[in-house]
């Protein structure tokens, strides 16, 4: 009976924490980071130093759940999109996945510059990001971007003059993955109410998620009626306060009515930023 009550006890902990771990991660894109290339051999060996430049980048961002998938997720989409499968079937066998959008890059030309007789090196680097969606291998809207960076600093070694040069890459990087993926989040709770109108929200997101006081948000109503999801803008919301890296809460500037409608009848609402 003990050793039951302990399995019991064990398999309670382990949901919960799974459930957890479940809701966290629906905060956040799933996105699958699969191998760069390059148009040489030579170039190939820095495609690793590039990746994980890039990679950090997006950590910064706070909008992703990041996979290493080396590539087989590219692959598996254009291959189903050739092969036309429905997407729901695809992603239900290829769970390993579990990627909504696939990144990977391309670099297009690496140049080194020796100096003082071979003891420091300039460099610079033109790279172009590719975002795929994952379930048919299309590209996203603005689903490629070139950079090119700035001259690097004169360093010891190429790998660090290539790393300075990528860094001067990196606002435009910011900038270019904020428009790819606004930030969207549902509300956890109403904390405040007045004559049939949501008056402040608390989100289910923070400082975990990029999520900055002051921040505007359009709230959105997914209405499934008719067979997929369908987003339609029934307020406007700004974030007030971000609480800590899982909530921020938000004041409804419009909408109030249908937002307070919605979610006491636990209609799915998404909010996503505006600026």
Known sequence: ???????????????????????????????????FTASTPQQERFAGVLKERVTDVLNQTGRFQLVDIDGKARNQ???????????????????????????????????????????????????????????????????????????????????TALQNAISTTEDELMEYIKSSFPIKVSIAKILEEKKGKA????????????????????????DYSMGSPFPITIGKIKVIEVVNDNFSKAKVIKGGAAILKHFTAGNEIINEIIK
């Open 1 to 35: 009976m003990s050793k039951l009550i302990l399995w019991v006890f064990t398999f309670m902990c382990v949901s919960n924490l799974m459930a957890q771990q479940a809701n966290n991660k629906g905060l956040q894109l799933i996105l699958g980071i699969a191998d």
């Open 77 to 159: 989409s254009i291959e189903s999109s050739a092969s036309n499968y429905k997407s729901e079937n695809w992603i239900e066998g290829n769970k390993s996945i579990n990627a909504e959008y696939t990144l990977t890059a391309y670099i297009g030309s690496i140049k080194f510059l020796k100096l003082n007789g071979g003891k420091g090196y300039k460099a610079t680097i033109t790279y172009t990001l590719k975002i795929l969606n994952t379930e048919n291998g299309s590209f996203i809207k603005n689903g490629t971007k070139t950079l090119s960076s700035s001259e690097s600093k004169v360093l010891l070694t190429p790998e």
């Open 199 to 222: 008056l402040v929200l608390i989100l289910k997101g923070g400082a975990g998620n990029g999520i900055l006081k002051g921040q505007l948000f359009t709230a959105k109503f997914i």
